[in-house]
């Protein structure tokens, strides 16, 4: 029972760099999520995948691309690190919508220098 | 605007004593509110969904409360163990969105 599996775990980018996050789950779940977490900000959703196929932008979008590449794996790309982008970014996926429930991944701590 | 306020922002307590959390909402339509457990260096965990017709609900020394006409939940954990040290993290849906709104979370610390 691996759940929402995210990689990786921890990294260390420079401004400029460009950089994939994945992410993947078992649990044959249709919509799938990633949320970045900032201390006293609270979790903010960058973009979700209602189904396979389908993607849309969320609350902060702006400097990051996703991939739904098939029903398992949705990924998160940021093209040009900015030190703004340093947060912890939480992947996770529902049956159908955040109205069921949402499992999330343990998280990629990211660092822009 | 959807909002969701939590309060307080922490909370400090010894081990077996009881506390409340509180969760204020605007959002609209509402669709339901889910309490989410976060430990440290971990990915949040749901522990219990209230929906609109519901004003009571338990998983184990967890119990949430919630009162539409209001706007207002709360999470009652009872007789608190150390592993409860963690932030509560109040979710709320909106009828017909994939976006929800959640609250900053309390950061709840047990002591022994």
């Known amino acids: 029972n691996a759940g929402v599996t995210q990689t990786p775990k921890f990294q260390v980018l420079k401004t400029g760099q460009s950089m994939t996050l994945q992410c993947a789950q078992d649990m044959n779940h249709n919509s799938m999520y990633w949320y970045r977490q900032d201390p006293g900000m609270g979790l903010r959703l960058i973009y979700y995948?209602?189904?396979?196929?389908?993607?849309d932008k969320g609350e902060v979008p702006n400097g990051y691309n996703v991939s739904r590449l098939n029903k398992r794996e949705f990924s998160l790309r940021l093209e040009s690190a900015a030190p703004s982008q340093t947060s912890v970014y939480f992947c996770?996926?529902?049956?159908?919508?955040?109205?069921?429930?949402?499992?999330f991944g343990q998280g990629t701590r990211l660092t822009v220098v | 605007k959807n909002q969701v306020e939590q309060s307080p922002q922490s909370l400090i307590i010894l081990e077996g004593k009881n506390c409340t959390l509180q969760c204020n909402y605007t959002v609209s339509p509402f669709s339901n509110l889910r309490w989410y457990k976060q430990d440290t260096g971990r990915g949040p965990v749901s522990l219990t969904i209230m929906t609109f017709s519901e004003n009571t609900k338990s998983n184990g020394r967890y119990t949430a409360t919630l009162d539409a006409d209001t706007k207002q939940s709360s999470l009652h954990i009872t007789a608190s163990q150390l592993s409860d040290s963690a932030s509560y993290i109040c979710v709320v849906s909106a009828g017909g969105s994939y976006i929800p709104t959640f609250g900053r979370g309390t950061s709840l610390i047990v002591h022994p």
């Open positions: 996770a996926s529902s049956e159908q919508g955040m109205n069921t429930e949402a499992f």
């Open positions: 995948s209602a189904s396979e196929g389908t993607t």
